[in-house]
T-cell receptor
């Protein structure tokens, strides 16, 4: 049973296209995240959602739009893809929110989606 | 601003050697969390440990141990009697500002040779 799953695993597309990456967790967690890892292995958090509410929105282009239909899903939609968007995108989840602050408990990561923009 | 530095880009050791991965962080917050993650060649990310800023107790888990020193803003990770399966990229990370900021270090690639 996969805890955090992402689809697709690989995504190859042309510049200018719009694409989505889906993420689902079956751990009952209340917080989900998107991370980007570039070709030099640098990891950067992009977004975090708690109970379908956006709580972290790092400086990413507004071509990236997360959507959380329910707390088990956090999808990432990317408009007008650019060459620089090529990277591995990781989804993660945790039991993360308590009281007035985000509590960074153990995060479980999906297997990653390798996006290649040609 | 938050920052995490992992000065060692790559380390190579021979199996059974001990190895320490350095992590130095910067933050003005008094409440923060520090983390270590492992990324083996297969690419998945594995959470290893979380430590909050009020708990300076060192932690040991099997062959892994962590040394947190607020005085030097360091959170170093030691693998004792390394094994080939420890070969991976290891990331140190910092969460501050009540969780609103989260930043990774650049990673240290560890190669354990047989």
């Amino acid at each position: 049973d996969t805890a955090v799953s992402q689809t697709p695993k690989y995504l190859v597309t042309q510049m200018g296209n719009d694409k989505s990456i889906k993420c689902e967790q079956n751990l009952g967690h209340d917080t989900m995240y998107w991370y980007k890892q570039d070709s030099k292995k640098f990891l950067k958090i992009m977004f975090s959602y708690n109970n379908k509410e956006l709580i972290i929105n790092e400086t990413v282009p507004n071509r990236f739009s997360p959507k959380s239909p329910d707390k088990a899903h956090l999808n990432l939609h990317i408009n007008s893809l650019e060459l620089g968007d090529s990277a591995v995108y990781f989804c993660a989840s945790s039991q993360g929110y308590s009281g007035g602050a985000l509590v960074w408990n153990e995060q479980f990561f999906g297997p990653g989606t390798r996006l290649t923009v040609l | 601003a938050q920052k995490v530095t992992q000065a060692q880009t790559e380390i190579s050791v021979v199996e059974k050697e001990d190895v320490t991965l350095d992590c130095v962080y910067e933050t003005r917050d008094t409440t923060y969390y520090l983390f270590w993650y492992k990324q083996p060649p297969s690419g998945e990310l594995v959470f290893l440990i979380r430590r909050n800023s009020f708990d300076e107790q060192n932690e040991i888990s099997g062959r892994y141990s962590w040394n947190f020193q607020k005085s030097t803003s360091s959170f170093n990770f030691t693998i004792t009697a390394s094994q080939v399966v420890d070969s991976a990229v290891y990331f140190c990370a910092l969460s501050a500002n009540y969780g609103q900021n989260f930043v990774f270090g650049p990673g240290t690639r560890l190669s354990v040779l047989p």
